[in-house]
């Protein structure tokens, strides 16, 4: 099955083909079997991302507007997801999933009263014949839940640690950076922990001589200082500081945010303001992470494609150990698609996706709603138990399928 997604950074479409077996009968209870065939990134036409800029909080967007967009980035979905299918899934895939693109988190205080991802999945269906399962984090808020971060499902089931004094946490660096912490003496929690790239892709923007959207690898960050009175500003935010479950996005953390920040100092150069904000960034994320004793941290996301923040990250995680999500198996630019296709594969066997712990939500709740392909719906029969554990398969680890299994590519 293939999975579509855009994250906050808006830069494209990350696409990743998998095949999944439930094997209901394994030791010790119910496993997702994930197999990766493959991933790749469709950008967005540069037209269609300006104006997906344009439209983000604080600006205002109209009913008109939001059609247009809801329309368009459906399109590119579907344009993606044939491409998908074509170029990792050998001509066909048994079923999509979408979680679309966000551009609207609504977050009063503690609670999310709404959220919002544009791509109607009508496109992708028609356009490649396949049934899709979008709208994932709809029910997730309907349930009292924030609708994120869904990634803390697949997290909580992949990297359960070996021993009892383990604490894994799994980091996603995209606009937002989010954690899931597993392991310890808690159940699994998860949760947005502030800016990942969003406000270092804004800097780029605001800097009129740049040129740039993003600092690629950190280039220009490296050769900066953090400015202290901005980062002591930034660090003010009372996000930071409130407890979990909570969420955030581009909403709040934002260009007009940066400029509020710098109100009233003087200039600061591009490279120290860059600087500055991945000290944020890096800061933000390992007082997260101790907050909770972790003791490994799994990376992944657009983010780890920036040293200079790694490095950072590094350095303030101290003795915590600092890996990716390569070293287990799956691609750290991929990790959110091939989340999306296990979100699409548990809702097509009736299985719960979200993590209430994690998210909020009152309780487990089937997620999404599903557009039907080219031929007649049929659901398989529902499964009666949820997975226990998530594991991730290279093609040389492939098993025979028993009976009780349940495929689906």
Not at 113 to 123: C, D, F, H, I, R
């Given at each position: 099955?293939?999975?579509?997604?855009?994250?906050?950074?808006?830069?494209?479409?990350?696409?990743?083909v998998?095949?999944?077996?439930?094997?209901?009968?394994?030791?010790?209870?119910p496993v997702v079997?994930?197999?990766?065939?493959?991933?790749?990134?469709?950008?967005?036409?540069?037209?269609l991302?300006?104006?997906?800029?344009?439209?983000l909080?604080?600006?205002e967007c109209?009913?008109?507007?939001?059609?247009?967009?809801?329309?368009?980035?459906?399109?590119?979905?579907?344009d993606?997801a044939?491409?998908?299918?074509?170029?990792?899934?050998?001509?066909?895939?048994?079923?999509?999933?979408?979680?679309?693109?966000?551009?609207?988190?609504?977050?009063?205080?503690?609670?999310?009263k709404?959220?919002?991802?544009?791509?109607?999945?009508?496109?992708?269906?028609?356009?490649?014949?396949?049934?899709v399962v979008?709208?994932?984090?709809v029910?997730?808020?309907?349930?009292?839940?924030?609708?994120?971060?869904?990634?803390?499902?697949?997290?909580?089931?992949?990297?359960?640690?070996?021993t009892t004094?383990?604490?894994?946490?799994?980091l996603?660096?995209?606009?937002?950076?989010?954690?899931?912490v597993?392991?310890?003496?808690?159940?699994?929690?998860?949760?947005?922990?502030?800016p990942g790239?969003?406000?270092?892709?804004?800097?780029?923007?605001?800097?009129?001589d740049?040129?740039?959207?993003?600092d690629?690898g950190?280039r220009?960050?490296?050769?900066?200082s953090?400015?202290?009175?901005?980062?002591?500003?930034?660090?003010?935010?009372?996000?930071?500081a409130?407890?979990?479950p909570?969420?955030?996005?581009?909403?709040?953390?934002?260009?007009?945010?940066?400029?509020?920040?710098l109100?009233?100092?003087?200039?600061i150069?591009?490279?120290?303001?860059?600087?500055?904000?991945?000290?944020?960034?890096?800061?933000?994320?390992?007082?997260a992470?101790?907050?909770h004793?972790?003791?490994?941290?799994?990376?992944?996301?657009?983010?780890?494609?920036?040293?200079?923040?790694?490095?950072?990250?590094?350095?303030?995680?101290?003795?915590?150990?600092?890996?990716?999500?390569?070293?287990?198996?799956?691609?750290?630019?991929?990790?959110?698609?091939?989340?999306?296709?296990?979100?699409?594969f548990?809702?097509?066997h009736g299985?719960?996706?979200?993590?209430?712990?994690?998210t909020?939500?009152?309780g487990?709740?089937?997620?999404?709603?599903?557009t039907?392909?080219?031929?007649?719906?049929?659901?398989?029969?529902?499964?009666?138990?949820?997975?226990?554990?998530?594991?991730?398969?290279?093609?040389?680890?492939?098993?025979?399928?028993?009976?009780?299994a349940?495929?689906?590519?």
């Amino acid at each position: 099955m293939l999975g579509l997604i855009s994250g906050t950074s808006m830069d494209g479409i990350d696409v990743a083909v998998a095949e999944f077996c439930l094997r209901e009968d394994a030791p010790g209870g119910p496993v997702v079997e994930l197999l990766p065939l493959g991933a790749i990134e469709v950008p967005y036409a540069e037209p269609l991302r300006k104006d997906l800029l344009a439209a983000l909080p604080p600006a205002e967007c109209s009913a008109e507007r939001l059609c247009v967009l809801d329309t368009l980035v459906g399109q590119a979905f579907a344009d993606a997801a044939r491409k998908g299918v074509a170029e990792l899934g050998c001509g066909e895939v048994d079923l999509i999933a979408s979680l679309g693109q966000t551009i609207y988190h609504w977050v009063d205080g503690r609670t999310c009263k709404g959220t919002l991802q544009l791509g109607q999945p009508a496109w992708i269906a028609e356009a490649t014949g396949a049934p899709v399962v979008a709208d994932l984090r709809v029910r997730d808020v309907a349930a009292g839940g924030h609708g994120a971060p869904l990634a803390s499902l697949l997290d909580a089931l992949w990297l359960t640690p070996a021993t009892t004094g383990d604490v894994a946490v799994a980091l996603n660096i995209g606009g937002i950076a989010n954690i899931t912490v597993v392991g310890g003496t808690h159940a699994p929690l998860a949760y947005d922990t502030g800016p990942g790239n969003a406000l270092l892709d804004a800097a780029c923007r605001l800097a009129a001589d740049s040129g740039l959207q993003y600092d690629e690898g950190g280039r220009l960050a490296a050769n900066g200082s953090p400015h202290p009175d901005l980062l002591s500003r930034l660090l003010a935010d009372p996000y930071y500081a409130a407890a979990p479950p909570k969420s955030t996005g581009k909403e709040h953390f934002h260009a007009d945010h940066l400029r509020a920040a710098l109100d009233g100092l003087p200039d600061i150069p591009i490279p120290d303001l860059l600087a500055t904000l991945v000290e944020l960034t890096a800061i933000t994320v390992a007082d997260a992470c101790r907050s909770h004793g972790a003791t490994r941290v799994v990376a992944s996301g657009g983010g780890v494609r920036n040293a200079t923040l790694m490095a950072a990250l590094d350095r303030h995680l101290g003795a915590i150990e600092l890996a990716t999500s390569e070293s287990f198996g799956i691609a750290a630019d991929a990790k959110e698609a091939y989340l999306t296709a296990l979100l699409g594969f548990l809702t097509w066997h009736g299985l719960p996706a979200n993590l209430p712990t994690a998210t909020g939500a009152s309780g487990p709740r089937v997620l999404g709603s599903i557009t039907p392909g080219r031929r007649p719906l049929q659901l398989p029969e529902p499964s009666s138990t949820p997975p226990r554990r998530l594991r991730v398969l290279q093609l040389a680890d492939q098993t025979p399928m028993p009976r009780s299994a349940r495929p689906l590519g």
